[in-house]
């Protein structure tokens, strides 16, 4: 069992920045893909960004792109995703997810996500 903690997740204004982290209690945590998504009211969940195992690859989808960033702290079993130039759009619930399969890239697909976070709430306002 992997347990998942997000945190960082808060009220900010518009143009304003935030990070987010995602603790992994898992003794392999250096060989798994993260995943962030979120989760507008009213709005089915959508990828955001991921990173691979060595955190050589990362993806984001087209509308945090430029604006959002993915990294992880290996030492510390985290993955981090700075925000930056929040917008109202970008206001949800963002989940962490981690990708079992060792050595991998990480997916824009949730169902390929083994283990999630409870969510940390992210409200921009304008």
């Known amino acids: 069992q992997v347990q998942v903690v997000e945190s960082g997740g808060g009220l900010v204004q518009v143009g304003g920045s935030l990070r987010l982290s995602c603790a992994a209690s898992?003794?392999?945590?250096?060989?798994?893909?993260m995943g962030w998504f979120r989760q507008a009211s009213g709005k089915e969940r959508e990828f955001v960004a991921r990173?691979?195992?060595?955190?050589?690859?990362?993806d984001y989808a087209d509308s945090v792109k430029g604006r959002f960033s993915i990294s992880r702290e290996p030492a510390k079993n985290t993955v981090y995703l700075q925000m930056n130039r929040l917008n109202v759009e970008d206001t949800a619930v963002y989940y962490c997810?981690?990708?079992?399969?060792?050595?991998?890239?990480?997916?824009?697909?949730?169902?390929?996500?083994?283990?999630w976070g409870q969510g940390t709430q992210v409200t921009v306002s304008s």
């Open positions: 990173i691979s195992w060595n955190g050589d690859n990362t």
């Open positions: 997810a981690v990708s079992i399969m060792a050595y991998g890239s990480g997916s824009r697909r949730d169902y390929e996500y083994d283990y």
């Open positions: 898992a003794p392999s945590f250096n060989t798994y893909a």
